[in-house]
T-cell receptor, first 116, second 113 residues
Framework: AQSVTQLGSHVSVSEGALVLLRCNYS??????LFWYVQYPNQGLQLLLK??????LVKGINGFEAEFKKSETSFHLTKPSAHMSDAAEYFC??????????????FGTGTRLQVTL | DAGVTQSPTHLIKTRGQQVTLRCSPK?????VSWYQQALGQGPQFIFQ???????QRGNFPDRFSGHQFPNYSSELNVNALLLGDSALYLC????????????FGQGTRLTVV
């Protein structure tokens, strides 16, 4: 079974500061990893995903994440926070051991607050 | 492309009642998954439909059931509603390929009173 742990339910940064949201996963098979963002009263929007290949993944809105197998981590970063980045962020994992569009297992989320 | 659309957006039901939520997938997608997101939590996988059959199921009781139609749209039914069923219900669509991106609708907010 796979699982995701997001460290820090709330993160607050100043506008222009580095954003770092932490995600650790557990999976018995090679994982596919995702970061989604959720704005208030909205569904989930994909920021980026890791499947295979390059371990540094670039996504939308200036976000990127690095897959570190040795640390079972997939932390999300952005060099400079913007007020519009304030939202809930979810890390998710799915497994590659099925030939189908797999289900996603989500973490509990991290609420990012951006202050002036 | 309208993306994934869900209806209704909000719903209030009484304990013991039954509810049906609807989802139209993104154009070209053939797989629909349903998730429950309780307040302050991450989404939890309920089940997935492909070719009009339930293909995968999460840890949810039989009160939760679904259906997929030939046009790939889907319904989620919940019987004998409990207060604990209050949540945001999200529909996600994708292609039937390994770990392709899932596109989410904006959800249906169900309140059970």
């Amino acid at each position: 079974a796979q699982s995701v742990t997001q460290l820090g339910s709330h993160v607050s940064v100043s506008e222009g500061a580095l954003v770092l949201l932490r995600c650790n996963y557990s999976s018995s098979v090679p994982p596919y990893l995702f970061w989604y963002v959720q704005y208030p009263n909205q569904g989930l929007q994909l920021l980026l995903k890791y499947t295979t290949g390059a371990t540094l993944v670039k996504g939308i809105n200036g976000f990127e994440a690095e897959f570190k197998k040795s640390e079972t981590s997939f932390h999300l970063t952005k060099p400079s926070a913007h007020m519009s980045d304030a939202a809930e962020y979810f890390c998710a994992v799915s497994t590659t051991n099925t030939g189908t569009a797999s289900k996603l297992t989500f973490g509990t989320g991290t609420r990012l607050q951006v202050t002036l | 492309d309208a993306g994934v659309t869900q209806s209704p957006t909000h719903l209030i039901k009484t304990r013991g009642q039954q509810v049906t939520l609807r989802c139209s997938p993104k154009s070209g997608h053939d797989t629909v998954s349903w998730y429950q997101q309780a307040l302050g939590q991450g989404p939890q996988f309920i089940f997935q439909y492909y070719e009009e059959e339930e293909r995968q199921r999460g840890n949810f009781p039989d009160r939760f059931s679904g259906h997929q139609f030939p046009n790939y749209s889907s319904e989620l039914n919940v019987n004998a509603l409990l207060l604990g069923d209050s949540a945001l219900y999200l529909c996600a669509s994708s292609w039937d390929r390994v770990n392709t991106e899932a596109f989410f609708g904006q959800g249906t907010r169900l309140t059970v009173v």
